[in-house]
């Protein structure tokens, strides 16, 4: 990947289903398509022959998407994987990567389901987050993830088990562990790591400052200090969001610098806005 900046996009595209009730992927596919330029695109709430989520002409929202954006990599993370109407179409949920330019590494972080106080009373259902490392001005850790919505105590088990990751890979690189052949050569340790997506969690909340304790960087905060969060839910949609306008969405850094940051509060195709973040080149030390 050349781009001497990286524009990434994060947007909770509610499987296609816009304000006005109706599933039709295609007007986000064109919605992106109008953003100009971008080198990662980070999707979350793709569904694939759900009946409750999908429509009939798409009942593939992997496949209309990698279709789509055929000059990009896709890494898919289905949270959930359970039998459809034949063997080939298996009812899917998750989260889609798009890479424009090499991927180094990918894998799926399977979320815990549990806090420390379950309850019983609360919807679950199977959460992922999608780890690209990408090669821009070296290597570079994306996190595309979608957290728990109604139990709070799971939410946070899933931020301590991503901060955990990001702890293990931090000491990867600090002490680097012993150069093996083959799977043991370990060789694109990073520090440099996004996490983006839907995070179900109010930005003056608890859970807010727990990342800021552990180092994380809030990339609104640091491109628009001393303002309010932009909403980013509930600001064309007071049915699923009584509450109005708020942020549930956000672009978090480690050992990144952001430019900009901007959310699109027009569109009304999800009931959650895109955000797009611009990152300028990492600086590395040098002897």
């Not at 919605?31 to 759900?50: D, H, N, T």
């Not at 929202?61 to 179409?89: H, K, N, R, V």
């Not at 780890?131 to 105590?153: C, F, K, S, V």
Request: net charge negative; charged share 15%; hydrophobic share 35%.
């Amino acid at each position: 990947m050349t781009a001497s900046t990286l524009r990434l996009l994060t947007w909770n595209i509610q499987s296609g289903r816009g304000c006005d009730g109706l599933i039709a992927l295609e007007r986000i596919i064109q919605q992106i398509k109008s953003m100009g330029p971008l080198e990662v695109i980070c999707l979350q709430e793709v569904a694939r022959y759900f009946d409750e989520y999908i429509s009939a002409s798409q009942p593939d929202q992997l496949e209309a998407l990698c279709e789509a954006f055929s000059d990009y990599t896709p890494i898919w993370g289905a949270a959930l994987s359970w039998p459809g109407a034949t063997a080939s179409q298996r009812r899917e949920f998750g989260n889609l990567t798009l890479v424009k330019g090499p991927v180094l590494d990918q894998r799926i972080h399977c979320l815990p389901m549990r806090g420390s106080r379950y309850s019983a009373d609360a919807w679950q259902t199977p959460r992922c987050a999608v780890e690209t490392l990408i090669d821009w001005q070296g290597p570079m850790r994306i996190l595309n993830t979608h957290l728990a919505y109604h139990d709070a105590d799971e939410r946070l088990a899933q931020l301590h088990y991503l901060n955990a990751c990001c702890d293990a890979w931090q000491q990867q690189v600090n002490a680097p562990p012993k150069q093996g052949p083959g799977i043991y050569s370990q060789p694109f340790g990073t520090q440099a790591t996004l996490l983006c997506g839907d995070l179900n969690l109010d930005s003056r909340s608890d859970q807010h400052a727990l990342l800021v304790q552990q180092g994380w960087q809030d990339a609104f905060q640091l491109c628009h200090p001393h303002q309010p969060h932009t909403p980013t839910c509930g600001i064309h949609d007071s049915v699923q969001w009584p509450e109005g306008p708020h942020c549930r969405d956000f672009v978090w850094l480690k050992q990144l610098t952001p430019s900009s940051l901007e959310v699109d509060t027009v569109t009304q195709l999800s009931d959650h806005q895109p955000l797009i973040v611009t990152l300028e080149p990492p600086v590395h030390d040098t002897p």
